[in-house]
């Protein structure tokens, strides 16, 4: 298997990548992420944002935003349907032959695209993703920052994530094919291996041009709540009981080695 593809420029009037950002109740840090995408010093892409039928002022925020610009679409659910469901219908509605992900919460560097881009041409890429640094909920850097290897291969992938979702850029067409799984697990890092089985390796660009938020609130906060989203991702995938009990565990081993180091660097 290889990861290597044709890097394709894109044709008259279409965006080179499509950014998808879904929006869910994120009036609080929405605005943040959104500038973060403007202050691109790429500016050829095309922004969607897709609200998940929030009961705060997200959408109202995203309306202000696409009336001023043009790079920016804007969609919403006709019900809730989950972060998945969203994402997926992004990638559908996307008009770039590349994908790039970026939660509500989740901030990029300005030269984010362009840096990551051009690591694309570089590599022959079909997917990719970066360094990541992380803030508190309320916006405290940390000094620890999960690094990106070159190469990452499918058994280093299955042993823990290292593919931080706002941090991927991926060819369209592979996320067409192996979309993300609805429900109660963690649907990127499913996806990631499926796709990883495809193309051998991801290609890791080692700058921290991602800064994730660290959220009490997010759907995989609490450890006994992340460990069986990270089962179910591992069932998905397609492994029995046994083994992605066994992988489970594994996992969780270097998850708590994580979070000690965000805890002994603020």
């Known amino acids: 298997m290889t990861a290597n593809v044709d890097w394709e420029e894109s044709g008259v009037g279409i965006p080179s990548i499509s ?20 202050r691109q010093t790429y500016p ?3 922004l969607l944002l897709l609200d998940d039928c929030s009961t705060d002022g997200s959408y109202k925020l995203c309306e202000g935003y696409a009336a001023v610009d043009t790079r920016i679409r804007l969609l919403q659910n006709e019900t809730n349907r989950g972060v998945a469901f969203t994402r997926n219908r992004g990638v559908s509605e996307a008009s770039a032959s590349w994908i790039a992900f970026l939660d509500s919460d989740d901030l990029w560097q300005p030269e984010k695209l362009s840096h990551q881009l051009a690591f694309l041409r570089k590599t022959g890429a079909a997917i990719s993703y970066t360094a990541s640094g992380f803030i508190s909920a309320d916006g405290q850097a940390y000094s620890y920052i999960m690094g990106a290897k ?8 299955l042993r823990r994530n290292l593919m931080s979702c706002s ?18 697990l963690h649907e990127d890092y499913a996806a990631w291996l499926r796709i990883l089985r495809k193309t051998g390796i991801a290609y890791g660009l080692d700058e921290p041009l991602l800064t994730y938020r660290l959220s009490k609130d997010s759907r995989s906060s609490g450890r006994l709540r992340s460990g069986m989203m990270t089962y179910r991702a591992y069932r998905a995938v397609g492994y029995g009981l046994p083994a992605a009990a066994a992988l489970t565990l594994r996992y969780a081993v270097h998850s708590i080695s994580k979070r000690s180091r965000l805890r002994m660097t603020p």
């Open 19 to 38: 950014v998808v950002m879904p929006v869910f109740n994120a009036e609080y840090t929405l605005q943040e992420a959104i500038e973060s995408v403007l």
């Open 44 to 46: 050829d892409f095309e």
């Open 150 to 157: 070159q190469e990452l291969t499918y058994a280093e992938l």
């Open 167 to 184: 941090s991927v850029i991926v060819r369209r067409d592979l996320m067409l094919a192996q979309p993300f799984a609805e429900g109660q």
